[in-house]
């Protein structure tokens, strides 16, 4: 059943919200699903992309979606389990949704890290790294196939950690879970369209955006320098800007065994980073409650993604402002 035709019985509940689209969980019948290697039942989350004008993009969107992951676990990136479920409009669109498990908040990343000492927040950052090390070569090495990535810190999941027991952040398997934007280029052709980005901003500046502002913030998830400054900002961000100035020694040691040709990460340069994030993305909060309103109001449409009610300043887990997640209140059902 997708989210959009819960009926009684069903409630939706917000989990987190993204540049392109919503993370919901749908609670009833069929909020639950029995891992299909691992035989344990698993809590889903679900993320609605913008309608596909036709069944073929929505069909090239999935096959991309479905190849990042399986590339991204070549290099020991791991993804949750995940599946694409796909449906068709009253007006003919097609509209897919990802799923994929979903793990209580208190195993994400940007949660862990407040359970952390300094020196743990390093070690945890050392792993981060660690894991996008072959990647990045990959990429350095200028293959046939280059991968984007957004690396910041709510985008990991440490799937065995124990709360209260902050050694265990260090030895738990870890999952990355943002890959609803397949971003790989095979012989320097993106794989995605890119144009969903701009899918939940007013259409009156679409076209501002994709000449200015769109091919830079794609660009930079290409770029390891780009990749580790954001990761580094992301633990500002979410609660921890005590940590950040170790950060960037550990970064600027990691690019240079990289072979990265840069100017060095200062705590200066991720305080300003931050800073800039935090304005764009409360921007594109405001553009997202406006053309929600223009939508529905105006033009009389549905609008393409599901918002908390009221004013954005009060929603509490956009990306750039480190909420603690729109978790429902019974964590206590697995």
Same mark, same amino acid.
Request: charged residues 30%.
């Given at each position: 059943m997708s989210p959009e035709s819960a009926g009684p019985g069903l409630r939706i509940h917000i989990l987190g919200i993204g540049e392109i689209t919503t993370t919901i969980e749908v609670e009833g019948p069929h909020w639950h699903k029995i891992h299909p290697?691992?035989?344990?039942? =698993?809590?889903? !989350?679900?993320?609605? =992309?913008p309608a596909f004008d036709t069944r073929a993009a929505a069909d090239a969107y999935m096959a991309a979606h479905e190849r990042y992951q399986v590339l991204l676990g070549g290099f020991g990136i791991q993804p949750p389990w995940h599946d694409n479920l796909i449906r068709q409009r009253a007006d003919g669109r097609w509209v897919v949704y990802n799923r994929q498990e979903r793990f209580h908040n208190r195993l994400v990343a940007c949660l862990v890290i407040h359970d952390l000492s300094t020196e743990g927040c390093i070690a945890l950052f050392d792993r981060v790294? !660690?894991?996008? @090390?072959p990647l990045f070569?990959? &990429?350095?090495a200028g293959g046939e196939i280059t991968f984007g990535m957004d690396a910041q810190i709510p985008n990991w999941v440490l799937t065995d950690?124990? /709360? $209260?027991? /902050?050694?265990? !952040?260090l030895s738990s398997g870890m999952a990355y879970i943002d890959t609803s934007t397949p971003l790989f280029r095979v012989k320097g052709v993106e794989q995605l369209d890119t144009n969903l980005f701009l899918k939940s901003v007013p259409l009156l500046v679409r076209p501002l955006l994709k000449y200015t502002l769109l091919p830079g913030i794609v660009q930079r998830y290409y770029q390891p320098r780009e990749v580790t400054l954001d990761l580094i900002a992301s633990y500002i961000t979410h609660g921890r800007p005590d940590v !950040?100035?170790?950060?960037?020694?550990?970064a &600027?040691?990691?690019?240079r065994g990289l072979g990265v040709v840069a100017k060095p990460i200062t705590p200066k340069e991720v305080t300003s980073y931050n800073n800039q994030d935090v304005v764009i993305w409360n921007l594109f909060r405001s553009l997202k409650r406006v053309d929600r309103f223009f939508t529905e109001r105006v033009f009389g449409k549905k609008y393409e993604q599901r918002l908390p009610p009221g004013s954005p300043s009060r929603w509490? &887990?956009?990306? @750039?402002? $480190? @909420? =603690?997640g729109l978790t429902p209140e019974d964590e206590r059902k697995e």
């Open positions: 290697v691992e035989k344990r039942r =698993m809590r889903l !989350a679900y993320k609605r =992309m790294l !660690a894991a996008l @090390g070569r990959h &990429n350095l950690y124990v /709360p $209260g027991r /902050p050694e265990t !952040a !950040a100035p170790e950060l960037t020694d550990r &600027n040691e990691f690019l509490e &887990n956009l990306v @750039g402002v $480190g @909420g =603690m």
